[in-house]
């Protein structure tokens, strides 16, 4: 990369560095100024990020320097690279897509590759379990049937398919665990597995090296292809879930990138106007926006006038007036007017594309705890191999004859004993019965990420409009001056605010309706941005809005401004209601709280939340509504952009920040946040990209959330605890220390049992979450 090049914040353009990074404005992924391949763009990241023992060609990246394709790396070990899908060779982990938006449409191949190995090893284990089991829960003559010798056979049979090809992929990962000595869950399972597929083989193919003392009254020595098969059914159980829980990555990718106009409608030097691919626009065309199409890409309205919904973009459903000189964004809908827009920002630099990036590196992630497993492996494998050691050494030399079968007995039983397929269990089952019991209660839970780190979150950022009030202002009231009637001002208000879409026209037009006021038609009306509205009704000139446009108009409010101030105080907005000349009144609108806020505020802040309001409204405004509902602190006059960059500054600060947005303006702030949470009245891309959706859209389901990702990870801890410190105490009663002492030796049976056993109490024990009370 040459050094001259630039990184620049396609909305403030202003922001400019040599490295790549975020806007310290906005927090919008900066692209180059001057476009380089996406090869290169992802060289000089991934060069960034790896550390100094790392080259600027890992041996781990096998990507072509002229590859253009999907990119595979691994959640773990970002220097692995590859350009097909696989598994990790240093961790033995399951690649995943670089780029989520590359990927296609079809199911994840490898959930469908262990779901078939998986119903495939069930099917042959059940019947294997039989044989085994049978004679230990009142069937005793169920080995007769075929006899003891054909039974074994049958074992054999039915076992070895599960272990050397459902279980195939679980070997290959634990041989390269191995060969790179980076030992893992994959390492324990493979030895465990091949250990007692092994000691079965040799059983039934060779028993005559097995003492006596192992052998029944026909000269027969056990077998434990049941252990073998059992290991790689369950930990194919706990894969599938897991994948499962993942296969949803790209869909707010696709989502999004539906959201984009396909073609844009581009107008000549000539005035001609033709239809071009939406790839083929460049900065400075000119476009124009029919009525009913999607804008094509972020721009500047030169001509025309009309109504965008960019509720895709804001959450917000009323649309919004756009008039020459106001900026317009890509994928937004058009309204019944036309529009001639410049193009500001094309391809990678638009809104829409910028968002993509932003949510596709969040979905990049994995939960910590799913990491904690291996990172414990990384010590319980080497010293359970060396407890194995120690024991096939100790048996060996003091065993009793055969020493040498005794020995590998022992050692094979402390493999098995401490297989951990439970912790392959621990978290993906508590984290699928926590999904459902979320489910259940309205909150829906994307990760096992998000929930881990909501249980440790301690600010929480929420918008104020939809999400503590109801999102549709109301009129609350109607204050006439002297000489004028309510139903007067009331009338001449709602007359001219029918021409405007704005949320608080529609609140006047409606009470108008509910109080049975007959409205009028308005003339020669005109929207004055920022300010409010005027026109004729019945032949005199009507003014309303805010104290800007009063002044505007030369007209002094004289004690009205404090009048209009103190109903402000209470969280409502005032306009003022001009007739000619003269101030006829005032209307008052206001966006009423939920009726479930005040109770939820109080929960969140006795569940430990710092609760901070983010909103575009007036300071004065905002202070009320903290006031009346609690809030510990505010941030008035907020614009969307401003979002991630605050919750930037109070990560900065220490502080785990939990963010409620119900946008895709909301997306990068979502990113930002340790953990987003999206109203589910909101945009859909909003609720697929955030961690956490809440179906009502209320507070009180953030604290359902709260109170489940609590319940979750104290299980999760619990389930490790079962899959580590059982396993690990049983692995010298395996070895043999009792045998000294009480001459008891297990076999690899019990072990199998007592390893089953703790897989058993994971899954129990998950099962509690279905009645947690949140």
Not at 667 to 678: E, F, K, N, R
Request: contains cysteine; charged residues 20%; aromatic residues 6%.
């Amino acid at each position: 990369m040459e050094q001259t090049d630039l990184f620049i914040c396609p909305m403030h353009t202003e922001v400019s560095q040599t490295e790549p990074g975020n806007c310290v404005m906005c927090g919008m992924r900066l692209v180059p100024k001057h476009k380089h391949s996406s090869r290169s763009e992802s060289e000089s990241h991934k060069h960034l990020h790896d550390g100094p023992e790392h080259s600027s060609k890992d041996q781990y990246d096998k990507v072509p320097e002229d590859w253009t394709g999907p990119v595979y790396t691994c959640p773990m070990h970002a220097q692995v690279r590859q350009t097909t899908a696989g598994s990790c060779p240093i961790c033995g982990m399951g690649l995943e897509l670089e780029n989520a938006a590359l990927a296609d449409d079809e199911p994840n191949p490898e959930l469908v590759d262990f779901t078939r190995r998986f119903w495939v090893g069930t099917v042959l284990t059940v019947p294997l379990l039989i044989f085994t089991m049978g004679p230990f829960v009142g069937f005793p003559g169920i080995r007769e049937i075929f006899g003891e010798r054909v039974t074994l056979w049958i074992e054999l049979v039915l076992g070895t398919p599960v272990v050397l090809w459902c279980g195939w992929p679980f070997l290959v990962r634990a041989w390269h665990s191995f060969r790179t000595l980076n030992l893992n869950m994959f390492s324990l399972i493979g030895m465990g597995v091949i250990a007692a597929w092994g000691f079965s083989l040799v059983a039934v193919l060779a028993p005559d090296v097995f003492p006596d003392g192992f052998r029944d009254s026909n000269g027969h020595v056990g077998v434990y292809f049941e252990a073998a098969a059992v290991i790689v059914t369950l930990v194919l159980l706990g894969q599938v879930m897991e994948l499962r829980a993942r296969e949803g990555t790209g869909k707010a990718i696709k989502a999004l990138l539906d959201l984009a106009a396909k073609t844009a409608r581009i107008m000549r030097e000539d005035g001609s106007e033709d239809e071009i691919p939406l790839d083929e626009v460049q900065v400075g065309d000119r476009l124009r926006v029919r009525p009913g199409d999607k804008v094509p890409v972020d721009g500047i309205v030169l001509d025309g006038r009309s109504s965008v919904d960019e509720s895709m973009i804001t959450g917000e459903p009323v649309p919004v007036e756009k008039v020459p000189g106001e900026q317009v964004t890509g994928a937004t809908i058009n309204g019944t007017g036309s529009l001639v827009i410049e193009a500001r920002r094309v391809g990678s630099d638009t809104m829409l594309s910028q968002i993509v990036e932003m949510v596709a590196n969040a979905q990049r992630s994995r939960a910590p705890i799913q990491k904690y497993a291996d990172k414990v492996a990384g010590w319980f494998v080497p010293a359970v191999i060396g407890v194995a050691i120690l024991a096939f050494v100790g048996w060996s030399i003091w065993g009793p004859a055969p020493a040498l079968s005794y020995a590998l007995v022992a050692a094979v039983a402390v493999l098995i004993i401490a297989c951990p397929c439970a912790l392959g269990l621990a978290t993906p089952m508590s984290i699928m019965t926590a999904t459902g019991r979320g489910a259940q209660a309205g909150v829906l839970i994307k990760n096992a990420e998000a929930l881990e780190r909501f249980e440790k979150i301690d600010t929480l950022i929420v918008d104020k409009t939809g999400t503590l009030t109801l999102g549709k202002p109301e009129l609350v009231a109607v204050m006439p001056e002297r000489g004028h009637d309510e139903n007067e001002v009331l009338r001449l208000a709602a007359t001219l605010e029918k021409g405007s879409e704005h949320p608080l026209a529609e609140a006047i037009v409606r009470g108008a309706e509910t109080r049975g006021v007959i409205t009028s038609e308005a003339d020669d009306f005109e929207a004055i941005t920022g300010k409010g509205v005027q026109g004729r009704v019945d032949g005199q000139i009507v003014a309303l809005g805010n104290l800007a446009m009063i002044k505007d108009l030369g007209i002094e409010p004289g004690p009205l401004t404090d009048k209009a101030n103190e109903r402000r105080d209470h969280g409502e907005t005032v306009m003022f209601v001009v007739l000619g000349n003269q101030i006829a009144g005032l209307v008052s609108v206001a966006d009423p709280v939920k009726d479930t806020t005040p109770a939820a505020l109080k929960a969140l802040h006795e569940l430990g939340f710092r609760i901070i309001m983010a909103t575009g409204d007036n300071e004065r405004t905002a202070k009320s509504v903290a006031a009346q509902l609690g809030i510990d602190e505010i941030r008035a006059d907020v614009l969307p952009e401003d979002k991630a960059r605050i919750i930037r500054d109070l990560q900065d600060a220490g502080r785990q920040v939990a963010m409620a947005g119900d946008g895709v303006n909301d997306a990068p702030a979502l990113a930002q946040a340790d953990v987003g949470i999206a109203m589910g009245t909101g945009a859909d891309v909003a609720i697929e990209s955030a961690g956490i959706t809440l179906v009502k859209g209320n507070l009180d389901g953030i604290v359902r959330a709260r109170r489940l990702a609590r319940a979750t990870m104290q299980n999760i801890r619990q389930n490790l605890f079962f899959a580590l410190v059982y396993n690990a105490s049983g692995v010298p009663v395996a070895a043999g220390v009792l045998f000294p002492f009480f001459g008891i030796l297990i076999s690899p049976m019990f072990a199998a049992f007592a390893m089953s056993a703790s897989s058993i109490s994971v899954v129990l024990n998950s099962l509690r979450l279905r009645g947690a009370k949140i």
